[in-house]
Structure formats: C-alpha cells, structure tokens
C-alpha cells in the first residue's frame, strides 16, 4: 500500500490569539492578518500537488481551508474530530488562567479539577483525531491531502508520535499556518518534516 502524505496546518491568526485568549471550540473567524497568513502559505503549497482538503468544522480553519483551496477548488470535508481541544470551563478565558491546568493535564489528566472543569485530555483528542486520519489515508493512497486544523491538536499529535516532548511546547512553538507532514500506510504514521515549527 502506498502511504498517504498528510500536510497538517495550523489555522490563521484570530482576535483570540491576539487577546492571548483560550480559543477552543469558540467559534471566531479570522483576522485580516491571519487572511493575508493563509494567502501566504498558499503561494508556499503552490508546487504540491493535493487531491483533496480536509479541516476543522470550527470557523478559523474552515476559513484557512478555503483561502488554501481558492486556487485549487478541490473537494473539501469538515468535521469535528479535528477541532481544537475542548477547554470547558477555561473556553475564552485569558491563557495566562490555565498555568496549573496545564500541571495537571501533562502530568494527571484524570485529576478532579480537569474532569471538573470538563476539559478535553490530550488522549481523548487522539483517540478521535487518529482512526479519522487513518481513515483519510485509506482513501487516499499515494496521494498529498491538506488537513487544516488547530496547534492544540497538532501538538499533542507531535508528542503521540513521538516527534517532540510536552515541555518542548512551553512557548507554544506553532505559529498560525505552520504545518508537518505525516506518512501514514492506514495504520502507522511516520513524521517526515515540519515548516515554522521549531523545537
């Protein structure tokens, strides 16, 4: 089986980066600079030769997803499993609150203030975000696919497969539209290169 080659991109700049807010699956478009991002990363992508574009159902990918495709007009799917992580009770609340969720999620992600808080873990994000990138690279066999979605989820999918460690990411390395590139046969997935991801 020939394997599969995903681009996995970050969204473009919102209000809520800006604001240094916890966006999760707040649903907020794009700023004019996170437009002129993804126009960006469009002439970069231009010589890759995708078949199809997948992202994030929330608002800021789906809007990176389209700029990324005006040229291409390929068929694109959003869903849900590739969203942001869901941050409960810490939804819009500024990043600087979550210092100690952060202690908990990396170290016990079952402690009582993240399942109180209704926090989405980093394992439950993998378990929705990998049989659905799985299921892509079935379909697509031997073929570039472009996935739009969200540096959360792009982050803990970097630690899952071994590419990076939690502490790597203190200073939130993936800057909006950075993207890696991942291999995957249907089943195992390999990480064979990254753009504006710096570790």
Request: charged share 25%.
């Amino acid at each position: 089986m020939l394997p599969c080659t995903l681009y996995l991109v970050r969204h473009g700049e919102t209000q809520a980066n800006v604001d240094l807010l916890i966006h999760g699956h707040s649903n907020i478009p794009l700023t004019k600079k996170g437009e002129t991002q993804a126009q960006e990363r469009r002439e970069h992508l231009q010589k890759v030769h995708f078949t199809k574009v997948y992202s994030s159902d929330l608002l800021r990918a789906d809007q990176t997803a389209q700029i990324l495709n005006m040229d291409r007009k390929l068929p694109h799917e959003t869903t849900p499993l590739l969203r942001e992580r869901y941050y409960g009770t810490y939804e819009g609340l500024p990043r600087e609150t979550s210092k100690q969720l952060w202690v908990y999620l990396n170290s016990n992600p079952l402690h009582p203030h993240v399942v109180e808080s209704k926090v989405e873990t980093s394992e439950q994000m993998v378990e929705r975000a990998l049989p659905y990138l799985q299921d892509i690279s079935k379909k697509h066999q031997g073929e570039n696919i472009l996935v739009v979605s969200h540096g959360g989820l792009l982050r803990v999918l970097l630690i899952h497969f071994g590419y990076a460690r939690p502490e790597q990411f203190i200073n939130n390395p993936i800057k909006n539209l950075s993207y890696f590139k991942l291999e995957c046969d249907g089943e195992r997935f390999k990480v064979i290169g990254a753009e504006g991801i710096t570790l």
